[in-house]
């Protein structure tokens, strides 16, 4: 699997990395979350640990706004296909989940399509969305009643 997030969108990777983990699962996950910060960094202290305790379990983390006063050894930089090709260079035979905002589900989705990723393979999470609209009924509801029993003769 190849889990990538943005933002809160890390929440339903987090739940399927924590399956994996209770279940002891034998997946091999890449989990690859981008943040501005390093204090944005949502389940730091449990992904790193996950990344200790499991070996199956690769964490990368991008920041797209290192802190000046905060140390930073890892990337950096919004996700790109060479991000991508260095962080999961088995990327093609991975099953990729995604979640994020919409503009960041977007950016992964054509970065993947330019990089001829099986597309039947990508799956995303979105909160809210578009409102559903609603239509006014137009037409008269139609009750159907039973037919009356008959009696054979």
């Known amino acids: 699997l190849l889990l990538i997030s943005a933002?809160?969108?890390?929440?339903?990777?987090?739940?399927?990395?924590?399956?994996?983990?209770?279940?002891?699962?034998?997946?091999?996950?890449?989990?690859?979350h981008s943040a501005r910060t390093p204090n944005d960094i949502v389940f730091r202290s449990e992904l790193e640990t996950m990344?200790?305790?499991?070996?199956?379990?690769?964490?990368?983390?991008?920041?797209?706004?290192?802190?000046?006063?905060?140390?930073?050894?890892?990337?950096?930089?919004?996700i790109s296909?060479?991000?991508l090709n260095w962080v999961v260079p088995d990327l093609l035979d991975r099953s990729v989940f995604v979640c994020g905002?919409?503009?960041?589900m977007q950016s992964i989705k054509s970065?993947?399509?330019?990089?001829?990723?099986?597309?039947?393979?990508?799956?995303?999470?979105?909160?809210?969305?578009?409102?559903?609209?609603?239509r006014p009924v137009t037409t008269q509801p139609t009750i159907v009643k039973p037919p009356l029993p008959t009696v054979n003769s």
């Open 51 to 78: 990344a200790t305790q499991m070996p199956n379990f690769h964490l990368a983390v991008t920041l797209t706004r290192p802190a000046v006063n905060l140390p930073w050894m890892g990337l950096t930089g919004r």
């Open 101 to 104: 905002p919409n503009e960041f």
């Open 111 to 134: 970065t993947l399509q330019a990089m001829d990723f099986p597309m039947r393979n990508y799956q995303e999470e979105s909160f809210g969305g578009k409102k559903a609209t609603s």
């Open 81 to 83: 296909q060479a991000m």
């Open 7 to 32: 933002g809160s969108g890390i929440t339903p990777m987090m739940s399927m990395s924590r399956w994996v983990q209770d279940t002891l699962s034998n997946c091999d996950i890449v989990f690859l």
